[in-house]
């Protein structure tokens, strides 16, 4: 079948032999991602359902960020977001309580945060960054 919506690019060489792909963009250094946890109260966090952080970038690419406490001898994903960095430089990402997280910090007077944030740029290289913060009251 014909499909007319459909384009495409053909290199003829003298030597009928196909030249060759383009040469990637030769960026090998991971993108350098700092994390401040910005909020400093258990209830603040808890009343409004998320966790305020700061991230920082030195190029642009798009970052998955995980927040986690201990709850015993449990590891418990608290908070989970994502933002996309068009350029270096900071962004504020408010990151969404989960329901184990919000369980968690139920009923909690101080909660020791941790803040993991990897950013992958457009290269494919992947850059990690933590921040910690010990919420009271």
Do not use: C, W, Y
Not at 43 to 68: F, H, I, P, W, Y
Not at 92 to 115: D, E, F, H, P, Y
């Amino acid at each position: 079948t014909v499909h007319p919506f459909m384009t495409g690019t053909l290199n003829v060489t003298g030597a009928g032999a196909p030249s060759p792909p383009p040469e990637s963009s030769g960026d090998k250094t991971a993108p350098k991602v700092s994390v401040k946890v910005l909020d400093s109260s258990v209830s603040k966090v808890r009343k409004n359902k998320k966790l305020r952080v700061e991230v920082t970038v030195d190029e642009a690419g798009n970052g998955q960020l995980t927040a986690t406490m201990k709850q015993g001898k449990k590891t418990v994903t608290i908070a989970k977001g994502a933002k996309g960095f068009a350029r270096a430089g900071k962004a504020t990402v408010s990151m969404a309580l989960t329901k184990s997280g919000q369980s968690a910090l139920k009923n909690k007077k101080s909660a020791a945060i941790t803040v993991d944030a990897h950013v992958t740029d457009g290269a494919g290289n992947t850059g990690h960054g933590t921040g910690k913060r010990t919420l009271k009251r």
